[in-house]
């Protein structure tokens, strides 16, 4: 109570110390421990398997290092025992007691205080708390990563004979991970007589042994793993299929998930063993099921390179010959035939009576259609809904096709026909023989006029420079333009020339050309680097040097040339390995911070939206905003506008054109595109960032689950799947800040550490200013820099209370001063104005109008800085003043959550869209929910809570809800930011805290406070080794599983049979939460319920298990009850 009172009544150093106590002391109390606790008289001593001692070559021993420390602490307590036993002097047996002191201290924490203990070759010795610590502790080491049995790793090659759900495993491979379930087979089909024959005859690998093999694997699925698993789809399950030779086959179109190429990458493959596990694989994992990526919902197995360059070429048609007529054919048998007999040519137009889906008519229909033969053979391979097909198919078309498919089709048939695509695309690349040779690259004509016009103007430039008539940045400026404009000039020459036709060449059969065009390889850069001229390079600080290389890959550079280029290949390389480091770390917070977000609830009955606007949307695909006239339909930014309501649910009553769409409805890709189409500006949406559920979020708040299609189902971990989309392209961003260009460039933090500099909520470099206060702008200059003042002012009207015999002396209109005369009564003698302000006439006679003016906020402005407003501009508060990033704490401070949240998630959104990633909203609105869940307790009123404690919000408002129920005072906070690193460290879960970073800090907090894990996340529950909250372990489905199995147990109980391990009791209680689904009743109330005679209804289920067990007692006379 006295610190609670120091609290209230001091300020500064002295009010931070007795929060400091009080929080301390609280603890103590509420958790019931004792403070004489904290201080040991007893040490716990480890057990030897963790601390062991192994002999090595030469008979020597070597020992972990807690035996040493271990050592030391028993040998300076039997010495301070002796020396108190013989009654040694005060300061002897002083020095062993701090000597004790220190050996303890080793022991729990080595080098936390004083100088770390090193033993020999003068290495730290690590104690208890380095064991638990970082990526080699405990935590991270053995118990969030454990290495498993039944798996192996090899080499991968590319499978096209696979279907989508198969995989190649070596034969030897295989025989070793699936070696029990093939001994276990071998004897029971008596080619064996024990289980040691069995081993013995499979290590003989005899032909029986290779037949039971292939029995075993049938249906038996395995999962393949390529690292670094980014993302979820980095582990699918595959049906095994035996392979000569020692190299894993993967099929082509699953490369894109794994991110997996053939040059050397190797991938681990799994064994799962329990039924439950098998089917887990065979229903959620397999790669058939996995066909839309998490994160945008697009489909991820989709063609590339070779397969796309195929169907491509295929699908392409040759212009007819003069005086050549298109062939007619009476069906796509007879096309096909012709061309088998080399009747007709593979692009050569045709007219054919082609199979075609009938919209109208919701049917297959005979229609002649011209087209080509290849056209014709793409055709066969689709099903019937998506046919026909008449055009020319590059990646984009062929994405969509798949898309198209998922939608009408399934995950089914989209499998079947990705497989149909992979098949004709590999057969028409390898057979068309579209191959380049040096002499396929055209040079650019004129290319040498060009370089020496270029070189003549830059020797102008340089001149006016030597004589002073320009500074070093503009000569700078210059020389970059100019070139700038030359290799654009030398690569426009070039394409004309690949476009013109050469050597009886049909420019679009040309292979260099083919490739870009379908999309499989390359682009205009690239061939220009080819053969054009390679341009400008850039320096390792990102600078341009002004020196172009003149030369292309063709003709070769010179060693100068070849000098200036190095630079970026190094800083190519360097970048890619820090980034690919700093990403994973950003992905690891990401995750820390939102692995306890699970969909708990179907709907938290929020009335909250959040506002999707098409000026947002605009600032993030970087379109003109706000829209000139003549660019009113802007089709992308309405498709962008569309793509970001999809899979939401309207939080009120819409309008799309003429339909109208009720609250709660979730919006398809057609309702989004007519909302868009119907020229709305801002659609009010259900969010994660609304979302007021107690733990997680609700279905209703998260919408549709891209990776299926459907509304995410209960029990789906979305924090997990936010953190992986998130961080999966992390490493595709670029690096670093980029300069830009000249002497006095300035900074641009871009790519991968803007991202970081968002989700830490850190202060921006450069940062813009922003008003604080709503007001005009009034930019004041001078010599000591500039100065941006904010006034607001109010206006308000004082009424003039004059007695009716007033002599009104001053006019209407006139300017007055507090205290002026302004007239004269009988009565009240002189009658003065009270405020200063304009005489005025209003309707109830004369009033002073006044204005209220706030003293002006100044704000100093860099002298770098490029200022947006100007004198006399109105701004709101929160307005940034200066360009540049904003600091999200001072938004937050000044508008308030709903603002910060969505600045937040657009900036995000415009760092991975500049690089072409697209990633859903809701994944970075899950994320962004997670730093704003805190508030900062100001004053606790009649609150459990501190002064300064980060509470979570939610619970804030139930302890005052709670408070002011029993009518005491409320406690008052602020909405707190925190970065992704402190959001996970202050967590509920001290296991998962622990497991991040800070360990010590994090355990001994856990300890005073006596903090209790309710292991709802999934970390914690990882840790100690249960099944995690989330999926098929979600309480629903393992209470649901429960109710099952008493159901089956209480019928066999009904028919006479009691199941073997019936009565024992295997419920999880760490997934069993309060309101659990499922019944939980009594086995008697269940049999009496299943043996109740019942006649089944018309048209109602029948139900075998129940009807068996009314059978078995009719049969029995009801005695067994």
Known sequence: KELAVE??????????????????????????????????????????????MVQLDGGRFATSDLNDLYRRVINRNNRLKRLIELGAPEIIVRNEKRMLQEAVDALIDNGRRGRAISGTGNHRLKSLSDMLKGKQGRFRQNLLGKRVDYSGRSVIVVGPELKLHECGIPKKMALELFKPFVMRQL????????????????????????????????????????????????????MPVLVEGSAIRIHPLVCTAFNADFDGDQMAVHVPLSEAAQQEARELMLSANNLLSPADGTPIVTPTQDMVLGCFYLTQERALESGEKRRRFSDETEALLAYELGQVKLHAPIDVTARVWDEAADAIVEQRVETTIGRVKFNQILPDRLRFVNQEMARADLRKLISRSFELLG???????????????????????????????????????IIAEADKDVAKVDGQYTQGLITEEERYKNVIRLWQKATGEIGTAMMDELNAKVGGVDPQFHPLLMMTNSGARGNKGNIGQLGAMRGLMADPSGRIIDVPVKSNFREGMTVLEYFISTHGARKGLAD???????????????????????????????????????????????????????????????????????????????????????????????????????????????????????????????????????????????????????????????????????????????????????????????????????????????????????????????????????????????????????GTSATQGDLTASVKGLLVKSKDGLVIRAEDVVPASKYPIPHNAKLLVKSGDKVRAGDPLTDGPLDPQELLEVRGRAEVQNYLVKEVQKVYRSQGVTISDKHIEIIVRQ????????????????????????????????????????????????????ASLNTES????????????????????????????????????????????????????????????????????LPADFGQDDFNVFLQTEDAAGPQDDVSQLVALLTEEKPVPEGEEFNPLAADAAAAKEADGGSKE
């Not at 929060?19 to 057990?47: C, N």
């Not at 396929?440 to 040498?448: L, R, S, T, V």
């Not at 804030?956 to 970065?979: K, W, Y």
């Open 187 to 238: 004897v029971e089909l008596g080619h064996a007589h024990n289980i040691k024959s069995a081993k013995r005859l499979t290590e003989r690998a005899t032909d029986a042994v290779w037949d039971v093999l292939a029995d075993v694997i049938q249906d038996h699925p395995v999962l393949l793993n390529r690292a670094p698993t980014l993302h979820r789809l980095g582990i699918q399950a595959f």
């Open 576 to 822: 890619t390995a820090l980034r690919t480091a700093d990403s994973g770390y950003l992905t690891r917070r990401l995750v820390d911070v939102a692995q306890d977000v699970i969909v708990r609830i179907a709907d938290c009955g929020t009335l909250e939206a959040t506002e999707i606007t098409l000026a947002d949307t605009a600032e993030v695909i970087g379109s003109e905003w706000p829209i000139s006239d003549d660019h009113q339909d802007m089709p992308e930014l309405r498709a962008a506008f569309a793509r970001r309501m999809v899979g939401r649910l309207a939080a009120a009553d819409l309008k799309a054109g003429s339909e109208k769409i009720d609250r709660g409805t979730e919006l398809t890709d057609a309702l989004a595109a007519a909302i868009a189409a119907s020229g709305a500006q801002s659609v009010a949406v259900r969010s994660p960032l609304s979302c007021v559920a107690p733990a997680g979020v609700c279905q209703s708040c998260y919408g549709r689950n891209l990776a299926t299609g459907e509304i995410i189902a209960l029990g789906e971990s979305v924090g997990i799947m936010a953190a992986q989309s998130i961080g999966e392209p992390g490493t595709q961003l670029t690096m670093r800040t980029f300069h830009t260009g000249g002497v006095a460039g300035v900074d641009i933090t871009a790519g991968l550490p803007r991202v970081e500099e968002l989700f830490e909520a850190r202060k921006p470099k450069g940062k813009a200013e922003i008003s604080r206060i709503d007001g005009v702008v009034e930019v004041i200059r001078s010599e000591a820099g500039t100065v941006v003042e904010v006034t607001h002012r109010e206006v308000y009207e004082v009424e003039l209370d004059l007695p009716i015999d007033a002599s009104v002396t001053a006019r209407e209109g006139d300017l007055l001063e507090a205290g002026q005369l302004i």
């Open 7 to 52: 609290v209230r009544n001091t300020a500064g150093m002295r009010r931070k110390k007795a929060i400091k106590r009080l929080r301390l002391i609280e603890a103590f109390r509420r958790s019931g421990a004792r403070p004489e606790w904290m201080i040991l008289s007893v040490l716990p001593v480890i057990p030897p398997d963790l601390r062991p």
């Open 931 to 982: 730093l704003l869940r805190k508030v900062r307790v100001d004053n606790p009123g009649d609150t459990r809570l501190l002064p300064t404690e980060l509470a979570d919000r939610l619970e804030f408002e139930r302890e005052n809800a709670r408070v002011l129920a029993e009518g005491g005072e409320p406690a008052t906070a602020q909405p707190q930011l925190l970065g992704v690193t402190k």
């Open 990 to 1057: 001290f296991l998962a805290a622990a497991s991040f970073q800070e360990t010590t800090r994090v355990l001994t907090e856990a300890a005073i406070t006596g903090a209790r894990d309710r292991l709802v996340g999934l970390k914690e529950n990882v840790i100690i080794g249960k099944l995690i909250p989330a999926g098929t372990g979600a309480p629903d489905a393992v209470a649901k599983r429960k109710a099952e199995e008493k159901l089956r147990a209480a019928a066999a109980l009904a028919g006479g049979e």
């Open 411 to 449: 995950k089914g048939e989209t499998a079947l026909l990705a497989d149909g695509i992979k098949r004709v695309g590999f057969e028409a690349a390898t057979r068309g023989g579209m191959t380049i040779s040096v002499f396929d690259i055209a040079m650019a004509k004129g290319k040498k006029a």
